[in-house]
Nanobody, 122 residues
């Protein structure tokens, strides 16, 4: 199994920046990638950003493209989400996701962190 521990959430002013971290442990071998989803009350959990382990290719939702950047630290088995130019609509619980090989961002078996709340004030 895979355990994911998120950190970095909090309160930030609109236009500001915040960096989320996700540390993976356990059976982390053979993966498609790691990334981030977010969810607000009454809405479905939506994909935000992902990093495909093979080749380091990144994927972003259109709503965050150019503002959010995902990166990784292979030595620490950690994924980061650098968020800038934050908007009120970015307010959500952000979940780290681990997608094993054979899975994808929106399909297949996935492991989730407990989530970290990001609140953007205006």
């Amino acid at each position: 199994q895979v355990q994911l521990v998120e950190s970095g959430g909090g309160l930030v002013q609109a236009g500001g920046s915040l960096r989320l971290s996700c540390a993976a442990s356990g059976r982390t071998f053979s993966l498609y990638g790691m990334g981030w989803f977010r969810q607000v009350p009454g809405k479905e959990r939506e994909f935000v950003a992902g990093l495909r382990w093979s080749g380091g290719i990144t994927d972003y939702a259109d709503s965050v493209k150019g503002r959010f950047f995902i990166s990784r630290d292979n030595a620490k088995e950690t994924v980061y989400l650098q968020m800038s130019s934050l908007k009120a609509e970015d307010t959500a619980v952000y979940y780290c996701v681990f997608a094993p090989s054979g899975s994808h961002w929106d399909s297949g078996m996935r492991y989730w962190g407990k989530g970290t709340l990001v609140t953007v004030s205006s």
